[in-house]
T-cell receptor, first 109, second 113 residues
Framework: EDKVVQSPLSLVVHEGDTVTLNCSYE??????LLWYKQEKKAPTFLFML????IEKKSGRLSSILDKKELSSILNITATQTGDSAIYLC?????????FGAGTTVTVRA | NAGVTQTPKFQVLKTGQSMTLQCAQD?????MYWYRQDPGMGLRLIYY???????DKGEVPNGYNVSRLNKREFSLRLESAAPSQTSVYFC????????????FGDGTRLSIL
């Protein structure tokens, strides 16, 4: 059975802090790892990491895939209140995504 | 620029009633998916359609049926709703091929009394 585990389940930080979110996985036939941000409604796509692209960066967000350790981290630097959301990690094998339970990040002003 | 559109946004049903959730995408994507999201459990795949004309079971298919009506539309049907099916349902779509990100609709919040 495929398994995706995220930690921590939740955290509270203050504006300007740096946040590191973790995702570990056990899946058969790994294809890619994806990060999504979910505010009130639809999860929105952030990054996809594959064997040929193990590090991605966009503004204050960055992510690294460690295929040896079967894990990934998502970093958010200089956090803002708009970063408050649930961050979801998902792993793809063929056409299906297996999701972790998510990490709820709360950024206080 | 609609993306993935789900209807309805909210629905309350009584146990035993039937209901169809609608999903349409305008991105010319081949693959479509239905998930449910419950507190503390992330998103779980109910059914998916890798391409028009095909459907396959996901992780939690019991109590649900799907129809891929055409390339744009993928519906989810609850034949006899149960309280355990109270959840938020998300539809998603992706381009054909491996390593294509899925794009989600805004969800349907379904309560079954």
């Amino acid at each position: 059975e495929d398994k995706v585990v995220q930690s921590p389940l939740s955290l509270v930080v203050h504006e300007g802090d740096t946040v590191t979110l973790n995702c570990s996985y056990e899946v058969t036939n790994f294809r890619s790892l994806l990060w999504y941000k979910q505010e009130k409604k639809a999860p929105t796509f952030l990054f996809m990491l594959t064997s040929s692209g193990i590090e991605k960066k966009s503004g204050r967000l960055s992510s690294i895939l460690d295929k040896k350790e079967l894990s990934s981290i998502l970093n958010i630097t200089a956090t803002q209140t708009g970063d408050s959301a649930i961050y979801l990690c998902a792993v793809s094998n063929d056409y299906k995504l297996s999701f972790g339970a998510g990490t709820t990040v709360t950024v206080r002003a | 620029n609609a993306g993935v559109t789900q209807t309805p946004k909210f629905q309350v049903l009584k146990t035993g009633q039937s209901m169809t959730l609608q999903c349409a995408q305008d991105m010319n994507h081949n693959s479509m998916y239905w998930y449910r999201q419950d507190p503390g459990m992330g998103l779980r795949l109910i059914y998916y359609s890798a391409s028009e004309g095909t459907t396959d079971k996901g992780e939690v298919p019991n109590g649900y049926n799907v129809s891929r009506l055409n390339k744009r539309e993928f519906s989810l049907r609850l034949e006899s709703a149960a309280p355990s099916q109270t959840s938020v349902y998300f539809c998603a779509s992706s381009a054909q091929g491996l390593n294509q990100p899925q794009h989600f609709g805004d969800g349907t919040r379904l309560s079954i009394l």
